[in-house]
């Protein structure tokens, strides 16, 4: 799309700008805090804070580079120390005390699937004093907050909220409120590590504006005609952009993801990632991997009929019982006349998992006539238990295992192997490139050793603040190294 602008514009804001750098005295720029106000302000509200400088532009057809104002000193290019600055904003006493009680109070009132009104509350009261904005409801309880500038690019990051109809065994002062139900698998974390990272981005949401950029002259081609022989200048901007914080419910039963995707979630968003805790783990490692890391899941019924005997002769029919192996009926001396099992079937590819569909009701439907049997298979396709594998972006994992390695170190980090679990976060990575990796909570010492969906399953707290880091850093580490074009004057770059 071609938009035309007036030739001076660009004059008239280089003017107004080199005009108040001339009147208003420069300040030194504070590090970032996460009680620092500062980095609320916008750069065009305080041009004393940031350097300017100009240069003549050359009216050469070659591609020519001036400097513009930088807005920002820090951070300008991504390195382990503006990680570190991440995790120290984390680790900060009272972050810590913080998150915990976050954590807690999700933990004490479990909530099941497109149930979770009360954890809803919890987190957009939080997002209020954070004033950060957002959505709701998407799904019925879950959220879409954004921090940033409102424009693009657009990166997400997802946590799940949903609990378990477990009774938990743990005895401890937050033990769940409710009978019956209890955050197994760690989604309260989840929940606690979002809005955690959610407070980090609010601290340093200026790092999200404009930090580096150069204006670039290029000459426009002689088929656009009467501009044939000018200039187009746009700025090469990196750092700016918005980051959405997705709170979904329901990923145990019922696809949250499908209602939140369906629902507009992932509305302009190019990138996403999310994280679940592992007891396979020690406290605060990540670990990820490229390619297929959890397995896509079904679920299958069948009904084996057998056919009725000749003049009352059982050995002329047929026995499903012998077509299915499992027993129909308590009476072992009545042959029955059908016989009901059913199944799981898991593939880290949509390819093997399509096939074992395929393969399944086969060789089920030919046993079934051996026996003189007629059998049906229903995989509940259309309902929500069908799950596709999750399979990472080669470039969304690279980026997750870059930004982790700076966080945390080397020795940190962890390539995992596949695992047969699934996770609905999957049905995001089919739409648009997508990273999942995981985040130790081991710690033997507190007993924190126990698998999800176990009622003696807890955690090691220590791992929320890192995972609260990892979260921010991986959103804010992808928005700075995407490099945008910014129209000045004559074109808008689509």
Request: charged fraction near 25%; include cysteine.
């Amino acid at each position: 799309m071609t938009i035309l602008v007036k030739k001076s514009s660009f004059l008239q804001i280089i003017s107004i700008i080199l005009a108040l750098s001339l009147t208003i005295t420069a300040k030194t720029t504070r590090k970032s805090t996460d009680h620092d106000f500062s980095y609320f302000e916008s750069p065009f509200e305080s041009p004393s804070k940031h350097a300017f400088k100009s240069k003549n532009h050359s009216s050469s057809l070659e591609q020519k580079k001036s400097l513009v104002p930088i807005f920002g000193t820090e951070c300008r290019v991504w390195s382990r120390e503006c990680s570190e600055e991440i995790l120290r904003i984390a680790k900060k006493p009272e972050n810590v005390k913080w998150i915990k009680s976050v954590r807690r109070k999700i933990h004490e009132n479990p909530e099941l699937a497109f149930e979770e009104h009360e954890t809803s509350e919890v987190i957009r009261k939080e997002l209020d004093e954070l004033e950060i904005s957002y959505r709701f409801p998407l799904a019925k309880t879950g959220i879409r907050a954004m921090v940033g500038t409102g424009k693009p690019p657009f990166v997400a990051i997802r946590a799940d909220m949903d609990a378990l109809p477990i009774q938990e065994a743990v005895e401890w002062e937050h033990k769940s409120k409710n009978a019956g139900k209890m955050h197994a698998c760690g989604h309260d974390a989840h929940v606690a590590m979002l809005v955690g990272a959610a407070r980090i981005l609010k601290a340093r949401e200026n790092h999200l504006k404009i930090k580096c950029s150069t204006v670039v002259e290029n000459p426009i081609s002689e088929r656009q005609g009467p501009l044939s022989g000018q200039f187009v200048r746009f700025l090469v901007g990196k750092g700016m952009g918005t980051v959405i914080l997705l709170f979904q419910p329901a990923e145990e039963a019922g696809n949250g993801a499908k209602r939140m995707i369906k629902e507009g979630a992932l509305e302009d968003v190019e990138a996403i990632f999310a994280m679940h805790i592992s007891h396979l783990l020690p406290t605060a490692v990540i670990g990820s991997r490229s390619g297929p890391l959890l397995a896509g899941c079904g679920f299958f019924k069948v009904v084996i009929t057998g056919e009725k005997g000749v003049d009352g002769n059982p050995h002329h029919s047929g026995d499903p019982i012998l077509a299915a192996s499992p027993r129909g009926e308590d009476d072992l001396d009545v042959k029955p006349k059908r016989v009901e099992f059913g199944g799981t079937l898991r593939a880290f590819s949509n390819t093997s998992f399509h096939l074992l569909l395929k393969r399944i009701e086969e060789v089920i439907i030919a046993q079934a006539k051996v026996y003189k049997c007629s059998a049906t298979v229903d995989f509940f396709k259309n309902s929500d238990t069908i799950y596709p594998p999750m399979i990472n972006d080669d470039r969304m994992y690279q980026h997750v295992r870059n930004s982790a390695v700076d966080l945390v170190g080397p020795t940190n980090f962890r390539v995992v192997q596949p695992l047969m679990g699934a996770e609905d976060f999957s049905f995001y990575s089919e739409v648009i490139p997508a990273a999942f990796f995981y985040i130790g909570i081991k710690n033997e010492t507190l007993g924190s050793v126990h698998s999800p969906h176990s009622p003696r399953f807890m955690i090691d707290e220590n791992a929320l603040p890192v995972g609260a880091a990892a979260h921010a850093a991986i959103a804010e580490r992808y928005l700075n190294e995407r490099e945008i074009n910014i129209s000045i004057d004559g074109l808008r770059r689509e």
